[in-house]
């Protein structure tokens, strides 16, 4: 998606060789005209595959996950990082380690909002080792629903996220995809 690759080079932020700061556009601050134009592009990409819907995870995956689902005209699930049995008894569960804060959490799915005949498009920001989404997977496979692909804005291709998913016979669609990054460069695939 051009309008992505020409903002994450105008205004996106290479801290180190391994993270990436969005915080103008997706992660602080959210930028809705190009959270439309994502969703949209997202839709376009799993038009025919029979999306029943949309599954994303709290928080920064919730703008495009939104704006996919409004376009697909199915509903947006968030799956949940803080346990809230006491909310509701009936949650699927289970671990993850997230790459940004170096620790696990938590990830939590009602019961009540995917079945056996959901076929879900699972949306985030970014893919880089593919703990998130393989998470999101889990949770999704316990409820028995199937998969119909995932859907990044930004993968890093440099990291395995991608290789672990499409092992699992998991289509992926990045918007934008980075080859390399350094300190304040980034290199961008094509
Ligand atoms: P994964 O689970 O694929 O290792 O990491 C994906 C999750 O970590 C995403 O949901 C995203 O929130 C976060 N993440 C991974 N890499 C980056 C990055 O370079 N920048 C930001 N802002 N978040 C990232």
Known sequence: ???????????????????LKVDGFINHQVDPVLMTEAGKEFANFFADKGVTKVVTIESSG??????????????????????SKKLNPKLYQTEISSFTKEISYELTMSQEFIGENDHVLI??????????????IRLLRFAHATIAGVGVLIEKSFQPG???????????????????METNHIELMD
């Open 1 to 19: 998606m051009e309008s992505l690759k020409k903002r994450i080079l105008a205004e996106g932020q290479a801290i180190d060789a391994d993270i």
């Open 62 to 83: 919730i703008a495009p996950a939104m704006m996919t689902a409004a376009a697909l005209n199915v509903p947006m699930v968030i799956l949940k990082k803080q346990p």
């Open 123 to 136: 949306i985030d920001d970014f893919l880089a080792n593919g703990e998130a989404a393989t998470g999101a």
């Open 162 to 180: 991608r290789k672990k998913l499409e092992e699992q016979g998991i289509e992926v669609c990045s918007l934008v995809r980075i080859a390399k």
